[in-house]
């Protein structure tokens, strides 16, 4: 899939000072759901007039895979793709890329093993973001999980503001991520966490640092509804253990006898293909629950269906979630760490049950199953939970936010070590966290 840049849209209200903000992603190129959630944020920032870069840290493909608005400058790193490769010529040449080759076999040194990303890095990688973090001397910069956090607190020191943007719960992290998180966030202007329950941990781990609430947005609220009679429901995402599709697929097949005519359309691609398909063969689903693979019009296939399955093992903020409520989707979800029960209301807008529970959700499917009624009236509850999440109501705490942290910048003037500008106005950033709606 190529995704086009979206045409140019007049900024919004007249033009003031602003910072640049650089989002810095490991792979802008990729499709998770981080990558299309920052690509929504500087969608937003761009046609509100303010100069936005996407930075990509590695780069494998030649296309984007979601939307990006023309505006948006993106750069790369590291470029990993083949035809990038230039042969060397002379003798310096070939030793930086003899030198090069050793640096891409060694393992990260700043990285710990428990990233999820982990594979995704190496000394070379890790060298040349170091290099390009030193050369950061203004505006905003928004590092997007745990590896570029870490990364930032150490090498960006050079007067750039710092956001450290966390897209899932501590707890889920590995412990020997969980104590670089403890020693290197409170380095940061701010720490962006996704939920209420995450906000309040991160603030008790990080006594002194700026850390707001601010949810992802959806892309958009202006979807086709779902009229609950087709008998389809719809899961999506990676392909991953994260996502349960594993414990799904069994509760899947304790009400094929009940209810035949019913469909699972499973949307995603990754490394668990082959054995989720092992699964349904295993229970006998071929006709029952069909492995969809990814699609660009994953809107059109959440409208043909009549309620959605989130079966997660642990979750950020379920966005994939969020855009099928937008729909009039009904939620049946495992009651996981975190983000459905930040969503969700049991028995309004959808059901929770006991996470990795396959007999409770499959019971908590079939009670929606055989009841179209019930599908309707959740489904318009779920409509008006979606609305809190459309880029109306949730872009404008980005821009209050880096807005608040550039006039705190320019106030202070404070020699570039962070520790002395947190002793300064750790004060002033509590404050300003606890009220008002960043908080």
């Not at 930086?96 to 076999?105: F, I, S, V």
């Not at 760490?337 to 990795?356: A, I, K, Q, R, Y």
Request: charged share 25%; with cysteine.
């Amino acid at each position: 899939m190529t995704a086009d840049r979206l045409p140019v849209r007049p900024a919004d209200g007249p033009p003031r000072h602003r910072p640049k903000v650089r989002y810095l992603l490991l792979h802008a190129y990729g499709r998770g759901g981080t990558i299309r959630t920052v690509m929504n944020q500087t969608n937003s920032l761009v046609a509100a007039g303010w100069e936005v870069e996407l930075v990509s840290a590695i780069r494998r493909r030649d296309d984007l895979q979601f939307p990006l608005d023309e505006r948006v400058r993106v750069s790369t790193v590291v470029d990993l793709r083949d035809d990038a490769y230039v042969r060397p010529i002379g003798l310096i040449e070939r030793w930086q890329e003899w030198r090069k080759g050793r640096l891409l076999a060694e393992p990260p040194r700043a990285v710990p093993p428990g990233e999820f990303g982990y594979r995704h890095f190496n000394r070379y990688v890790e060298q040349q973001l170091a290099r390009y973090l030193r050369t950061l001397r203004d505006g905003v910069l928004v590092t997007t999980r745990p590896a570029l956090n870490l990364l930032a607190a150490e090498h960006a020191a050079g007067g750039v503001i710092r956001v450290a943007q966390e897209h899932m719960n501590h707890g889920t992290h590995k412990r020997d991520v969980q104590e670089r998180i403890r020693e290197s966030y409170p380095s940061f202007d701010a720490v962006a966490v996704l939920t209420e329950r995450d906000r309040e941990e991160y603030a008790r781990l990080l006594p002194g640092t700026r850390v707001v609430r601010i949810p992802n947005a959806v892309h958009s609220l202006d979807q086709v509804p779902s009229d609950h009679r087709s008998k389809i429901a719809v899961a999506a995402g990676r392909l991953f253990p994260q996502k349960g599709f594993d414990i799904l697929i069994p509760a899947w097949a304790k009400l094929v006898e009940t209810y035949p005519d019913w469909q699972l359309r499973i949307y995603g691609s990754g490394e668990k293909k082959a054995q989720l398909r092992e699964l349904v063969d295993k229970h006998h689903l071929y006709n029952h629950v069909f492995l969809m693979g990814h699609t660009d019009r994953l809107d059109d296939e959440l409208a043909k269906a009549s309620f959605y399955v989130l079966s997660s093992r642990f979750e950020g903020l379920p966005m994939v979630m969020i855009e099928a409520m937008s729909h009039a989707l009904p939620v049946v979800g495992f009651d996981c760490p975190t983000g459905p029960s930040d969503v969700l209301t049991h028995g309004v807008d959808g059901l929770l049950v006991p996470p990795e529970d396959p007999d409770a959700l499959a019971e908590a499917m079939g009670k929606l199953m055989g009841d179209r009624a019930l599908r309707a009236d959740m489904g318009m509850a779920a409509v008006m939970t979606a609305a809190s999440y459309g880029p109306d109501a949730v872009h404008p705490r980005w821009e209050a936010l880096f807005t608040e942290l550039h006039r705190l910048h320019r106030l202070d003037r404070l020699p570039e070590g962070r520790g002395a500008r947190g002793d300064a106005t750790a004060g002033r950033q509590a404050h300003a966290a606890a009220e008002g709606p960043l908080a």
